[in-house]
């Protein structure tokens, strides 16, 4: 599993903290005023310090990491139906609750096995769903930002219109309600939603 920093007894995920990164990263939030908006504050130092990080990079290890980064925002549905030792290599990458049942069901694996970043990357594509077109959901969803607070709103549509516009409002709004899935054009976007409404619902605030 990977390892989790801990913030005043609540625990902060490495993927939490990358999905916090993107969001920074997508808005042009360079240095995370408005990402770390709203957020307890050894997260938003933790944010802040990771862009830092980044900031010192050169440009092309600052894109090496952005496309890492990218890589691991393809959704993996929490339903994937995976052979066991697979879905043990990607039990880090789901929810905490899904990924210990995923592991507790896994056969152990071979020693001295090492999990490269293509074998995880090949499959989180196996593992998503060979979507159908989603298009007329996200439209639907997308009026649906109304309902979130101005502030919230204003960033979600931010994110969307760097993406496309109405199909990644939609796509966003679905993340955010906790919807997965989606098509091959959308389904990052959703994956992007829900990691905005962990940083929103969070316990530790």
């Not at 997508?26 to 005023?33: A, K, L």
């Not at 990079?57 to 139906?81: M, S």
């Not at 049942?101 to 998503?128: C, D, I, Q, Y």
């Not at 309902?147 to 760097?162: F, W, Y």
Request: charged letters at 30%; hydrophobic letters at 45%; glycine letters at 8%.
């Amino acid at each position: 599993m990977q390892r989790r920093p801990c913030y005043s007894g609540s625990v902060l995920s490495t993927a939490f903290l990358d999905g916090l990164v993107f969001a920074a990263i997508v808005q042009d939030d360079r240095h995370g005023p408005t990402a770390s908006r709203g957020l307890a504050p050894k997260v938003g130092a933790a944010l802040r310090e990771r862009l830092r990080e980044l900031d010192a990079l050169t440009r092309a290890q600052r894109h090496e990491v952005v496309r890492a980064l990218v890589a691991k925002l393809v959704a993996i549905p929490t339903d994937a139906e995976l052979p066991p030792r697979a879905a043990l290599i990607l039990a880090p990458s789901v929810p905490r609750e899904v990924g210990r049942r995923w592991a507790a069901n896994a056969p152990e694996v071979r020693r001295g096995f090492r999990v490269t970043r293509a074998v995880k990357s090949v499959l989180r594509h196996l593992a998503a769903p060979a979507g159908v077109d989603s298009s007329d959901e996200e439209r639907e969803a997308a009026g649906r930002v109304a309902e979130l607070s101005p502030d919230r709103a204003a960033v979600v549509r931010r994110i969307a219109v760097q993406h496309g516009g109405e199909r990644a409002l939609g796509a966003l709004m679905l993340g955010i309600e906790g919807h997965e899935g989606g098509d091959e054009a959308t389904r990052r976007l959703r994956r992007i939603g829900r990691e905005l409404a962990l940083v929103w619902g969070a316990a530790w605030r």
